[in-house]
């Protein structure tokens, strides 16, 4: 019960932390002249990758290294299967066409990127020092491609505004202090919730990876889960997908990234169970979005049941496979016997049948 609230704790804390850290840089920045746009494409758009950042360089700050990247390619996991399949049952979400023709492409790439790299069992220091090279070319190409978009551009005007004139946020030692506050409560949040996840995985017996990939990662994946359903009740459809793709590709090239140069010259060693299953869990979920993004360019109701579906079944091998319970064998037999290769047909099918027009 004591490591429940402390994790609760420790969440609230990362949330906490996020929102002072984005509204203190954000009326920063805008006070010094940087437009609208630029804060919304890095300071709004990291803000919600935050919590992920802090608990996987404080893992590796700690030694637990599999907590450091099981939480990152289980909050991609969650992203895809758990948020966007519960969004779409809400309703039908839209895909927009640079999503498809860019940004997920990107996702799958990175995701190729994280297994090539890891194939030698471990994230280096150059490893780890590429994928935030990349991370920062990433975001200045968003930037400059924006940029020639005077409608995105008036979108972020909108929703990130300076502080008005008076206002308590308007002067700068405000400001200032909220970023410290935000840093303050992500770095103490950060060792909760890390501690408690450790004690959790003692007292259930398993190990700091499985932990990290289910209870960490959605833990850590609040801020999309806030965002993307909030966005998909409200009815902005394609803000829903955006969030989830883009916070994708910032958890494996920034999160890693920057928790691998936290590590220094050790690197990051990847637990064999990542490298010959959960890695290829994720590459296979951002695979699977092209087919289901590109036919009618929606995901309808059923295609985010299925979703859903599959992250409750790929929890639930975990556990099983866990606690090595008699019922693993037969359970993995049904998903690769039938489950599994009924939705990569199901996949073909879609992907090969025209596309409706929008």
Known sequence: MADALLFVAGLAGLVIGATLLVRGASKLAL??????LVVGLTIVAFG??????????GAVLDGRTDIAIGNAVGSNIFNVLFILGMSALITPLVVN??????EVPIMIGAALLLLLLGLDGRLGAFDAGLLAVLMAAYTIFLIVQSRRASAQATEYDEEVK????GAWDAKLPVQLLLIAAGLGFLVVGSEVLVG??????KALGVSDVVIALTIVAAGTSMPEVATSITAALKGERDIAVGNVVGSNTFNILGCLGISGLAAGGAGLPLAPSLLSFDI???????????????????IARWEGGIFVGYYVAYVTYLILAAQQHDALPFFSNVML???????VVTLIVMLLRPARQP
């Open 162 to 165: 300076p502080a008005a004139e």
């Open 196 to 201: 408690a996840a450790v004690n959790f995985a």
């Open 31 to 36: 006070s010094f002249g940087i437009s609208p």
């Open 280 to 298: 290829w869990v994720m590459l296979a979920v951002c695979l699977a979005c092209l087919p289901v993004f590109v036919t009618g360019r929606e």
């Open 337 to 343: 016997g039938f489950v599994v290769p009924l939705t």
């Open 97 to 102: 066409l640079q999503l498809i023709r860019q």
């Open 48 to 57: 919600t990758s935050a919590p992920e950042v802090a608990v996987s360089v």
